[in-house]
């Protein structure tokens, strides 16, 4: 299982306690989401990240705004890797792939446009994530997590990747 024990020991419920960061710009949700990830993991190896890490393409984000695709490429340079996406998921499955890979980054249009979020938990039809639109924890349905994700990109959904930093 990845980092700490998740919050319950019922095989269908997975939480784990993710610092939540603010975007600092209007379309920086894919760095403050990979942050989050990132500090979780410091906390449970003490190993430092590249999170402080500025491109082009995250200076041009305040007056442009950036496509998915580029919110995954982003991500991959600040050291997050893809988790494979075949169709939608299941509680039993989410449950599954947050053991293995810890809070995941998930890209999709969550509120009606493109937006990074962090996928905290999950439990039988509902979704736990932390939003870094104001750096609140919220809970979704199930549905709304599948409808929602951005399945047509390639990385939508994201974790840290074991073997950087």
């Not at 190896?45 to 999170?51: C, F, I, L, T, V």
């Not at 996928?119 to 599948?146: C, S």
């Amino acid at each position: 299982m990845a980092g700490d024990k998740p919050s319950s020991k019922d095989a269908m419920n997975v939480r784990y306690q993710v610092p939540r960061y603010q975007q600092a710009k209007p379309n920086s949700c894919w760095n403050a989401a990979a942050q989050m990830i990132w500090t979780y993991w410091q906390s449970v190896s003490g190993r430092q990240g590249p999170m402080w890490t500025h491109t082009q393409a995250y200076e041009r984000a305040d007056t442009t705004g950036l496509y998915p695709q580029e919110f995954v490429t982003l991500a991959r340079r600040v050291g997050m890797k893809p988790v494979p996406v075949n169709g939608s998921f299941s509680t039993e499955k989410l449950a599954s792939l947050l053991r293995t890979h810890g809070p995941l980054w998930c890209a999709g249009y969550w509120y009606g446009v493109g937006h990074v979020i962090v996928l905290t938990g999950v439990e039988p039809g509902k979704v736990h994530l932390n939003d870094p639109d104001g750096a609140v924890a919220k809970t979704g349905t199930l549905a709304w997590f599948n409808d929602k994700l951005a399945t047509a990109v390639s990385g939508c959904l994201m974790c840290k990747d074991p073997t950087r930093y």
